[in-house]
């Protein structure tokens, strides 16, 4: 029988978003390619959401909040509960000479990092240099195809999955303690630290009742 999402339920949840017709972001490696949207740097399927938690944009996450374990759904959203509105003082004229400093020839279209954030050049005149920091989303309605594939509802297969997912390995959850045990080769190590760090955060964030996380790391060479 299929169960109803419920807030605070982790779902395994597989989507495809479009805006303006076009799929701009999907977990399906081959709706991704025929998009035109591949990215070899992304990892493609199913992906873990807590419900209700503000982990995806607000009219997604209502709408798995009414939807069904295994149903296709499909979810029209305004800008509003999308991406937001545009925001014109995210429109800012930097001076050419900034660009000119670190190497970079602007052009309008031209996409870059600037203060930690994406940003697109709008236009080059003279010595200024027009930069949108608005994502190109902002403003724009967009439709989410989704099926939430799976329901993780207790603590047990909460922090059982998230090991999984996350760290590829097992989790114990007992008297508020989550335990898990990692094998893995030396030259991970580095690698780990940030993995290690996004599964902690999720534990305390989604799963109930956790009161600390504990890692036993064995590496070998």
């Not at 605070?8 to 017709?21: C, F, I, T």
């Not at 303690?177 to 030396?186: A, M, W, Y």
């Not at 996004?198 to 799963?207: K, L, N, S």
Request: charged share 30%; net charge negative; with cysteine.
């Amino acid at each position: 029988m299929a169960l109803d999402v419920l807030k605070n339920d982790l779902v395994e949840l597989e989507y495809s978003a479009k805006a303006e017709g076009q799929v701009f972001d999907t977990t399906s490696a081959d709706e991704a390619k025929a998009a035109g949207v591949f990215n070899e740097k992304a990892q493609y399927g199913p992906v873990l959401v807590a419900v209700g938690k503000g982990q995806v944009i607000s009219g997604l996450d209502e709408a798995l909040g009414s939807s069904v374990e295994g149903k296709a759904s499909s979810v029209q959203l305004p800008a509003e509960k999308a991406f937001g509105p545009r925001n014109p003082d995210l429109v800012r004229l930097v001076p050419l000479s900034a660009f000119r400093e670190q190497k970079i020839d602007p052009y309008p279209g031209l996409v870059l990092e600037m203060d930690g954030r994406p940003a697109r050049v709008q236009s080059v005149d003279g010595g200024r240099v027009r930069v949108d920091f608005n994502s190109d989303l902002a403003g724009k309605p967009v439709e989410y195809d989704f099926t939430v594939k799976k329901i993780f509802r207790t603590p047990d297969e909460k922090a059982s999955v998230l090991a999984k997912k996350l760290l590829n390995a097992d989790a114990v959850l007992k008297d508020g303690v989550v335990s898990v045990t990692l094998s893995l080769k030396r030259d991970m190590a580095a690698d780990v630290v940030l993995k290690k760090f996004r599964f902690m955060e999720q534990c305390f964030a989604v799963v109930d009742g956790v009161k600390s996380v504990k890692f036993e790391e064995t590496y070998s060479a």
